[in-house]
């Protein structure tokens, strides 16, 4: 039995679930938007200042945003080139065969359900933060788990079933109601711009390089992770309107207008404040606060909760994509590969993954798995960059309406870049993901590989 046998992805439309065509390259790049900016930049800029980087926290951000453009050329590519829903486990499987495409898929599934099930339990604490500005108290005893001491965690239950609701409906009533989520944080973060650039005390900035650029590389190691979410973007391939043209734009465009507003956001907030003050819970709401502007502050927290329900939504949405796509070649049970003949949407595999990750979020403490999407991430990026070179060199006939630039040396750096980042993570992530990862392999060998379609065309065809 072949377990490198591969799929050629322009044959794999399926009649009974195909996808409504609906997405533009703005609700692309929005969507894009909505998956990298969540409350990382209100929170995670001034900590690494403060800790590892100083003032030049600025160029951490650029370095982490160069690391993960040599990923997003690459997923641009093949995005354009090969499409589908699947990102990267349908890219492993026209380069790679079965077997890898199945690690990536079961890999993409861990780190998808994972972040929307981890992000829910951040969005609880800013979500009841504003609730209680607004004199409306919830018992402690429905904000956490019993683990936790508590009971269940209602907001983070809450939420994940509202998004389930929205997904059911429409890829196009998502999109929309991410667009408006997006502008509301950008919105915020704007009013932020425009206050910091009138309160810039230039010393402040001096040293700028306190922890030397040893510190610059620990805090682009850390940030890496703020700009994580633009890989989601390609798993909207089928209900893009032009993917070969519009799929790059949003991959790539989404990643450069974020690695700007990085950017900028890092350096007018060393620049109102010292960076040693910034090792607090809400570095920007704090410097805001002690210049005196209360109301920005609370609209800091308003920003956080568009930023994560966003993250939350897109990679939702995309999880459902993965799980769609590996249904219908098989490997998972065909019942999920069917697409509600209204709404045009994965309707049982919502509801399956909106169950599971609700429960899990409202009852189980997970902040010890939120390392395994850093490794899953990092493990997707590797296999996408080097199925660039591999199809580049193997099937250079393949239509590409985009091509990464400087080939092979950008996905090299690519594959380099996360490498390094993998390395630098703790071994008992490590650990946890070839666990999953063993598991994985299992099911596959005890299911997928007897049930995959290309083994059933196979079977039917010597019959």
Not at 438 to 455: C, D, K
């Amino acid at each position: 039995m072949d377990l490198f046998r591969k799929k050629d992805i322009s044959n794999s439309a399926d009649t009974e679930s195909h996808l409504a065509k609906c997405l533009t390259a703005f609700d692309l790049t929005l969507l894009g938007i909505g998956a990298i900016i969540g409350a990382g930049i209100f929170i995670l800029t001034g900590i690494v200042a403060a800790t590892h980087s100083g003032p030049a926290v600025v160029l951490s951000y650029i370095v982490a945003g160069f690391a993960c453009t040599f990923a997003a050329l690459s997923y641009a590519e093949l995005a354009a080139s090969i499409g589908g829903c699947g990102s990267a486990y349908g890219y492993a499987y026209a380069g790679f065969g079965e077997l890898l495409a199945w690690i990536v898929g079961w890999d993409l599934l861990l780190e998808y359900s994972i972040s929307v099930s981890a992000v829910s339990v951040g969005w609880s604490s800013y979500a009841n933060d504003f609730l209680a500005a607004l004199h409306i108290h919830i018992s402690p005893l429905l904000l956490h788990g019993p683990v936790d001491g508590g009971i269940f965690n209602l907001l983070s239950f809450s939420i994940i079933a509202a998004l389930t609701g929205l997904l059911i409906m429409g890829v196009k009533s998502s999109t929309r109601f991410n667009n408006i989520m997006v502008l509301i944080k950008l919105s915020v973060i704007l009013i932020f711009i425009t206050i910091a650039l009138r309160e810039v005390h230039l010393e402040n900035w001096t040293p700028f390089m306190p922890f030397g650029w040893a510190g610059v590389m620990k805090g682009a190691s850390l940030i890496f992770f703020a700009y994580v979410g633009f890989d989601a973007v390609s798993t909207a391939a089928e209900e893009a309107i032009n993917p070969q043209r519009d799929l790059p734009i949003g991959i790539i465009g989404s990643l450069l207008i974020c690695t700007v507003i990085y950017i900028v956001v890092a350096g007018l907030l060393t620049g109102i404040a010292h960076y040693s003050t910034l090792n607090v819970a809400s570095p920007i709401s704090h410097s805001l606060l002690v210049l005196g502007y209360r109301l920005a502050a609370g609209l800091v927290g308003v920003g956080a909760i568009a930023g994560l329900t966003t993250v939350m939504l897109v990679l939702f949405y995309g999880l459902t994509r993965v799980f769609l796509a590996m249904a219908r070649d098989g490997l998972l049970p065909k019942v999920f590969a069917k697409t509600h003949e209204k709404t045009h949407t994965p309707v049982r595999i919502i509801l399956l993954c909106g169950t599971l990750m609700a429960s899990l979020s409202a009852m189980i403490p997970i902040s010890d798995l939120a390392e395994l999407v850093n490794i899953g991430t990092l493990f997707a990026f590797i296999i996408v960059c080097s199925g660039v070179l591999y199809l580049r060199y193997k099937h250079p006939e393949m239509p590409r309406p985009f091509k990464t630039p400087g080939l092979p040396l950008v996905p090299v750096l690519g594959i380099i870049s996360c490498l390094y980042l993998i390395i630098n993570l703790p071994a008992i992530t490590m650990i946890r993901f070839a666990v999953w990862m063993v598991i994985g392999l299992v099911i596959y060998f005890v299911f997928s590989r007897t049930n995959s379609a290309l083994e059933v065309t196979r079977e039917c065809t010597a019959e």
